[in-house]
T-cell receptor, first 112, second 114 residues
Framework: GENVEQHPSTLSVQEGDSAVIKCTYSDSASNYFPWYKQELGKGPQLIID?????GEKKDQRIAVTLNKTAKHFSLHITETQPEDSAVYFCAAISNTGNQFYFGTGTSLTVIP | EAGVTQSPTHLIKTRGQQATLRCSPISGHTSVYWYQQALGLGLQFLLWYDEGEERNRGNFPPRFSGRQFPNYSSELNVNALELEDSALYLC?????????????FGPGTRLTVL
């Protein structure tokens, strides 16, 4: 089955700096890669996703890049704000699979 | 539009007891997924229901089971509770059976086993 690894497990940045979280996956058939943000006491919420037919996707301060050859994808948050502080999860899913495989999460702290 | 709802918010049980957790998907969503989120760990896939049928289950023992009702709501049952079952249980729903679609998560049920 799929194996998703996520790094780092914790990340602290100064407000206004950029944050990068990286994930690798093992199943070359994976073709959908969502990123979720989980705030304290809440369920995860989708913030951005990318499919295997594109290499990059951007939504305001958030971007995701995908390198299919190397089997890794990354979340980039620019101009970080305190409200970006949360746990972020990556996930990978394939056409042939029928479940999500999540990374172990990154706890991001943005220091004002 | 109401989101995914879960009940109860918190549940405290003792070892050996049974726990029942409930989930109501977003209106129009037919697929429901259950995940276990233990402290410090990521989300571990438990079960997937679609159109009333169990489509897949994760690597959990048979004492984790569930069902989906005709109105697409779902129930997760955990029998013979063990201390390590203490976790946040998340339910997610999606409108299409294909998993390559956004899953909408509920707030979770915090299960504590004493």
């Amino acid at each position: 089955g799929e194996n998703v690894e996520q790094h780092p497990s914790t990340l602290s940045v100064q407000e206004g700096d950029s944050a990068v979280i990286k994930c690798t996956y093992s199943d070359s058939a994976s073709n959908y890669f969502p990123w979720y943000k989980q705030e304290l006491g809440k369920g995860p919420q989708l913030i951005i996703d990318i499919r295997s037919n594109v290499g990059e996707k951007k939504d305001q301060r958030i971007a995701v890049t995908l390198n299919k050859t190397a089997k890794h994808f990354s979340l980039h948050i620019t101009e970080t704000q305190p409200e970006d502080s949360a746990v972020y999860f990556c996930a990978a899913i394939s056409n042939t699979g029928n479940q999500f495989y999540f990374g172990t999460g990154t706890s991001l702290t943005v220091i004002p | 539009e109401a989101g995914v709802t879960q009940s109860p918010t918190h549940l405290i049980k003792t070892r050996g007891q049974q726990a029942t957790l409930r989930c109501s998907p977003i209106s129009g969503h037919t697929s429901v997924y259950w995940y276990q989120q233990a402290l410090g760990l990521g989300l571990q896939f438990l079960l997937w229901y679609d159109e009333g049928e169990e489509r897949n289950r994760g690597n959990f023992p048979p004492r984790f089971s569930g069902r989906q009702f005709p109105n697409y709501s779902s129930e997760l049952n955990v029998n013979a509770l063990e201390l390590e079952d203490s976790a946040l249980y998340l339910c997610a729903s999606t409108s299409l059976a294909g998993v390559s679609n956004e899953q909408f998560f509920g707030p979770g049920t915090r299960l504590t086993v004493l």
